[in-house]
């Protein structure tokens, strides 16, 4: 099973674009697929979207068109592309493995704010 860990989070100001990574560790890495999700103070964690071994991506509707996943399997690297970026995208963003049926452990977590 691989270790991820998020990193990249800020402040950003609205209509602000920012890339968050997540890093991972173990020789299975390009095998995974991965995940985005978030959470926002006081509500539940939500999915973002996915990428797939193959390259293959996936999005949750409501960030189609703004959000884009990426991955560079030589860096063992997974990229979230986040632009035209709203207060409501103020939340923990995190990264998950899904491999043979399986998900990975939850990481720490990256804090992004968006404000003015």
């Known amino acids: 099973q691989v270790q991820l860990v998020e990193s990249g989070g800020g402040l950003v100001q609205p209509g602000g674009s920012l890339r968050l990574s997540c890093a991972a560790s173990g020789s299975t890495f390009s095998l995974n697929a991965i995940n985005w999700y978030r959470q926002a103070p006081g509500k539940q964690r939500e999915f973002v979207g996915t990428?797939?071994?193959?390259?293959?991506?996936n999005y949750a509707d409501s960030l189609k068109g703004r959000f884009t996943i990426s991955r560079d399997n030589a860096k063992n690297t997974v990229y979230l592309e986040m632009n035209s970026l709203k207060s409501e995208d103020t939340a923990v963003y995190y990264c998950?493995?899904?491999?043979?049926?399986?998900?990975?452990?939850w990481g720490q977590g990256t804090q992004v704010t968006v404000s003015s």
């Open positions: 990428i797939f071994s193959g390259g293959l991506t």
């Open positions: 998950r493995s899904f491999y043979r049926g399986a998900f990975g452990s």
